[in-house]
């Protein structure tokens, strides 16, 4: 069951990737004690700055570089030689400036979605040791990257994700009417990936599964069928060491399969979410007459037209407590959270290990 995974030049002692949650689920705390227990720990660049000693409503890109470097920072703190990497979407504004952020703070991985990252080797072109993983939902998205990175930087990715939209949590790279419809093969695109760059290019592409992973025998389902390791990240929310407040974490131990579903969100993505309250979350931005307070994503119908709600503001009240007008992202598996634990005790459970294993085991760089 225990197998390592490498990325770039990055070995990591388990299988296994944080998935980035924003707005500040997945901060430094969660990805360094990921991180310590011998995954990667990932810390989500996406409005990071919010709910930070630097933000106040003019300076919101400002904020966001101030922060991820502090979060970074933090989570090194916590593991030292641990792999920490971050989670930037293509989507948001100030994408360029939060990937050179990241490198510049010491990020040894950067997972980008929700979008085509189609210049990220020129973003990071002074940080070359940085493995680079775009997530995909298809072998045509892979291949768009990888032709586009190697004509354009002589550079390919250094693991791919692929990232179910039937499942996954957060925004989806994937239109609505093609989700749910039961004709996705996650698995089926996790060897159509591998199998694309063994042909086109001679390599073994680390290829990471993601979305609907909860428990070992999701993992070990996945790396059965070919992927090389998984991403989780709802399954991370009910930790102690989750940066998001009590009340977040207590609306995924209280929600049913039928509370999730999908939303579309104002960046043009669908994304899934708990769905209770998202009139609640509209009325709330009407109710103040919010006017597009950050300009955080680069394309936005709220910002265009206020149609929808601000979603990066809607997604920090939720992180911060307040879950009845914020929004909470989640994957289809959330309503399986039946308690609070901790991270040592999911990687106990997902690979077998006695206490302290994991971190006589931990990452290194």
Not at 46 to 56: R, V
Not at 73 to 99: F, H, Q
Not at 123 to 146: F, G, M, N, Q, R
Not at 249 to 268: T, V
Request: proline residues 4%; charged residues 25%; hydrophobic residues 40%.
């Amino acid at each position: 069951m225990i197998k390592t995974l490498t990325i770039g030049k990055h070995r990591i002692s388990y299988p296994l990737i944080q998935g980035g949650m924003g707005v500040r689920v997945s901060g430094g705390r969660l990805a360094g004690h990921v991180a310590r227990c011998g995954g990667v720990g990932i810390v989500a660049t996406a409005g990071i700055g919010i709910n930070s000693s630097y933000y106040s409503e003019s300076n919101y890109f400002a904020a966001n570089a101030q922060a991820l470097h502090d979060e970074i920072r933090k989570a090194y703190e916590i593991a030292p030689e641990g792999v920490i990497g971050t989670n930037c979407m293509v989507a948001v504004s100030d994408y360029d400036e939060l990937v050179r952020v990241s490198c510049a703070a010491g990020a040894k991985i950067i997972i980008s979605g929700a979008g085509l990252p189609l210049n990220l080797p020129a973003l990071t072109a002074d940080y070359p040791d940085v493995a680079l993983v775009p997530i995909v939902s298809s072998v045509k998205a892979a291949e768009l990257i990888a032709r586009k990175w190697k004509k354009g930087y002589d550079r390919l990715p250094d693991a791919v994700i692929v990232e179910d939209p039937d499942t996954a949590g957060g925004h989806l790279g994937e239109k609505p009417e093609n989700i749910g419809t039961g004709q996705y093969d996650q698995y089926a695109t996790v060897r159509g990936v591998k199998a694309y760059f063994r042909e086109a290019f001679g390599i073994d592409m680390p290829v990471i599964a993601a979305g609907g992973i909860w428990d070992r025998a999701d993992v070990r389902h996945a790396l059965e069928q070919g992927a090389d390791g998984v991403q989780m990240a709802s399954r991370f929310v009910c930790t102690e060491e989750c940066d998001a407040e009590d009340s977040y974490k207590q609306a995924y131990l209280q929600c049913r399969p039928e509370d999730i579903g999908l939303i579309m969100s104002p960046a043009g993505l669908p994304g899934r979410a708990i769905r209770a309250n998202i009139d609640a979350v509209r009325q709330r931005d009407l109710d103040h007459g919010v006017i597009c307070p950050s300009g955080c994503l680069k394309k936005c119908t709220y910002k265009e037209g206020q149609d929808r709600f601000c979603i990066v503001h809607a997604l920090d009240r939720a992180q911060r407590g307040d879950v009845e007008t914020g929004l909470v992202f989640c994957g289809t598996n959330a309503w399986k959270a039946d308690r609070i634990t901790t991270v040592q005790a999911i990687f106990d459970e997902l690979f077998d290990l006695a206490d302290g294993v994991p971190l006589e085991r931990a990452a290194n760089g």
